[in-house]
Structures are given as structure tokens and as C-alpha cells.
DNA sequence: ATGGCTTGAGTGTCAAGA
């Protein structure tokens, strides 16, 4: 079972880039982040005509985020629960008997700002949600864009972050609140190259000359670790025209898929 | 230099992202 996330920035301009990539890879589950639309323009059918079922939990604008997924999509819920927000951020469902919580999580502006401060208020809520989550899940997966670099080795350069947003203390400990209740960095599962990211400012050549983060991860429960095989970013997309400046992040799981 | 792209909104130019 390979399952994956992406954050496409736009569904509406990413949907060939999301279609190829789905041919291409073979995913049983993609997470997608910031769709940017509503539900009722949502390309369920297009989806559907490439093999994936899809739940969506769209706003206009902002935020939005989705499952793909080939079998079909058990127990859909959408949002933080007991957590009033009016932004689209989280969807969960259940596939193949794996628990997805595809997350969007807030960007946080700058450390000290009232976005920051709902960043970590929020964080504090999904940890909480998932803690809850595992009781009745024990194989889940957390995956998404989690707009924290969890170490310095996942900053292109940790002396110009540190501190900065994205990157700072609080933040880093909010990620390890996720580790605490048992989940694991699929990504830090294996040897990995040095200075692999999953996001490059669309600005200043930043990709060409590798200026990234890793800030979207898969984190796995204890059993979906153990079944873990291979963790990888594809930065394949990030190289075609009009590219989000996210790439997708896989695990692969020695797990039965339908 | 708080700049530099990209998107969505909406038709000016701004908010927001990371």
C-alpha cells in the first residue's frame, strides 16, 4: 500500500499535474493540501474516471484539503473535533482498514503573530484529536503539510531560520508532540540523501539552487512503522511547468491493498 | 530593502503563503 501526500497549491491549476503523477506512481492514498475551492466544483469526476475515490473538505480561497484514494473512503470526518475553526484543514477517513488524517497545517506568518498563536493553539487540538484517534485506529497515518521543519538537517541553510517561522523551538516541539504519542517520521525510517526537501520558494531560483524545507511529512503509528519500506520525495513535479512548490512525499507499507 | 513568485479574488491591486 503506498500512500502520499501533496500539497498543490490550487487543485484547479495542479489537477494535470495530480492526474499525471497518480499515473504514474500507482498511489493507493494521496493526501492533497490547500485545493483552494469549494466542494461543489471539486473534479470528483475526473478522479473517479483515473480509479480514486476522493472526500474533500473545501473552502473558497484558502486552505482545502482532500483524500484520494482507490478503495473506497470508511468513516469520513472532516475538521479538528471539539475545535471551533472556520478554515478547511483536515479530513480523515479510513481506507483498506489504515486511518488517514490529512492535515493542512497553519503557516503561522511569524513567530509572535496572532497567526502563530493560532498555529500552535491548533496544533495542541489535532495532538490531541489524534491521541484520541490511535485508541480506536492503532494503524494510522498522519500525513500532510505540516509547515514545520522538525530538525536543522531539514533546512537548506539553519543558521538564516533559526528561530524564524517554520523553524522555531515551539514549533519543533508541536512536531514532537506527534512523535510522543508514538507516530514515526517515515522519511527518518531510512538513510536518505543529504539536503532532500519538500518545499522551494517560488522565488529567487529558489529550487534550482535548493534553497528548501522538509516540511510535509508522513508520520506512522507503531504498525504501519513496522510495515514501513521506503519513504520518498519526488521532486519530479516540482520540475514541470507551473509547478506547485510543494513535491509529493510517499511511504510505501507492506500492507495488503485492494 | 520585509523586496524577490504564485494563486485567487475580480478588473485595482491586495492578502496569503512559507
New binding site residues.
Given amino acids: 500500500m503506498k500512500i502520499a501526500t501533496w500539497?498543490v497549491?490550487?487543485?484547479?491549476?495542479?489537477l494535470p499535474h495530480v492526474l499525471d503523477w497518480l499515473a504514474a506512481n500507482q498511489a493507493d492514498v494521496l493526501c492533497l493540501?490547500?485545493t483552494?475551492?469549494?466542494d461543489k466544483v471539486f473534479p470528483y469526476a475526473e478522479l473517479a474516471a483515473a480509479g480514486y475515490h476522493a472526500a474533500h473538505n473545501g473552502q473558497?480561497?484558502?486552505?482545502g484539503v482532500a483524500i484520494l484514494a482507490r478503495a473506497k473512503l470508511e468513516d469520513v470526518r472532516c475538521d479538528i473535533p471539539d475545535f471551533a475553526d472556520e478554515?478547511k484543514r483536515v479530513i480523515a477517513a479510513t481506507v483498506d482498514g489504515v486511518r488517514i488524517v490529512c492535515a493542512?497545517?497553519?503557516?503561522?506568518?511569524?513567530v509572535g503573530a496572532d497567526?502563530y498563536v493560532y498555529k500552535l493553539r491548533w496544533l495542541e487540538a489535532l495532538a490531541a484529536s489524534v491521541r484520541e484517534d490511535l485508541q480506536r485506529w492503532p494503524q494510522l497515518a498522519l500525513l500532510g503539510?505540516y509547515?514545520i521543519a522538525p530538525e536543522d538537517r531539514d533546512v537548506h541553510d539553519a543558521a538564516a531560520w533559526k528561530d524564524q517561522?517554520?523553524c522555531s523551538e515551539p514549533e519543533r516541539a508541536a512536531f514532537r508532540r506527534f512523535i510522543e504519542l508514538g507516530l514515526a517520521d517515515a522519511f527518518r525510517l531510512f538513510a536518505q540523501p543529504d539536503k532532500l526537501y519538500s518545499?522551494?520558494?517560488?522565488?529567487?531560483?529558489g529550487f534550482r539552487l535548493n534553497r528548501?524545507?522538509r516540511?510535509d511529512h508522513v508520520l506512522l503509528a507503531p504498525p504501519l512503522a513496522a510495515a514501513c519500506r521506503a519513504c520518498v520525495i519526488d521532486k519530479t513535479p516540482r520540475k514541470l511547468e507551473?509547478?506547485?512548490?510543494?513535491a509529493p512525499v510517499m511511504a510505501t507499507l507492506e500492507i495488503p491493498s485492494a
Fill in positions: 500539497n497549491n490550487s487543485l484547479k491549476v495542479r493540501q490547500e483552494k475551492t469549494e473558497k480561497t484558502y486552505n478554515q493542512y497545517m497553519p503557516n503561522g506568518q511569524a497567526k503539510d509547515n517561522i517554520l518545499w522551494w520558494d517560488y522565488r529567487q531560483m528548501g524545507l516540511i507551473r509547478p506547485s512548490d510543494h
